[in-house]
T-cell receptor
């Protein structure tokens, strides 16, 4: 079973629209970490955010914001006033740190391809 | 500048051939990882190493081998036993201290194709 589900395979928006990328995760651990990464066409994954399971505060960073809700096991990502440069594949990932595994043992969702049209 | 260098960017493998993908980091990270990315499949862990001379299998280790003789290097060999090697391979590293506010750093990847 998928530990991280990103149900949206592809999303297309027009510049300046807001867009939300969904992420639902599954774990039995009480301590875990959630991540969002961006993969532009160059291929390298770029870190966006890391959130631990004890911190449910929403976070805003410029045009980016994240909504973490343990009650629904979701960690959604919203881009406000999208730009063409936001076009990329976005991955949500889970690390079950409590099992003693190293931080990098991430479970990735299948990714959401976001295309922002001018 | 600190970072992770993967080479080559593109690699072609013939039937029955072993090929080795290079991954070097100068971030002084203890832990290194190899992920495989297939279209629409996300990233899957092949092998990881938390310290020199030690490594662990990930979720899809069959047909692959690694070594960790130096802290900064973690080469991945795709053996002839890997029947479907065509994929994008990403190397990553991190500080192995989970309590630190660390993240994975990724290289720019190697696209492996079968001739």
């Amino acid at each position: 079973a998928q530990k991280v589900t990103q149900a949206q395979t592809e999303i297309s928006v027009v510049e300046k629209e807001d867009v939300t990328l969904d992420c639902v995760y599954e774990t039995r651990d009480t301590t875990y970490y959630l991540f969002w990464y961006k993969q532009p066409p160059s291929g390298e994954l770029v870190f966006l955010i890391r959130r631990n399971s004890f911190d449910e505060q929403n976070e805003i960073s410029g045009r980016y914001s994240w909504n973490f809700q343990k009650s629904t096991s979701s960690f959604n990502f919203t881009i406000t006033a999208s730009q063409v440069v936001d076009s990329a594949v976005y991955f949500c990932a889970l690390s079950e740190a409590q099992r003693g595994s190293t931080l990098g043992r991430l479970y990735f969702g299948r990714g959401t391809q976001l295309t922002v049209w001018p | 500048d600190g970072g992770i260098t993967q080479s080559p960017k593109y690699l072609f493998r013939k039937e029955g051939q072993n090929v080795t993908l290079s991954c070097e980091q100068n971030l002084n990270h203890d832990a290194m990882y190899w992920y495989r990315q297939d279209p629409g499949q996300g990233l899957r862990l092949i092998y990881y190493s938390q310290i020199v001379n030690d490594f662990q299998k990930g979720d899809i280790a069959e047909g692959y081998s690694v070594s960790r003789e130096k802290k900064e290097s973690f080469p991945l060999t795709v053996t002839s036993a890997q029947k479907n090697p065509t994929a994008f391979y990403l190397c990553a590293s991190s500080n192995s201290d989970i309590q630190a506010n660390e993240k994975l750093f990724f290289g720019s990847g190697t696209q492996l194709s079968v001739l």
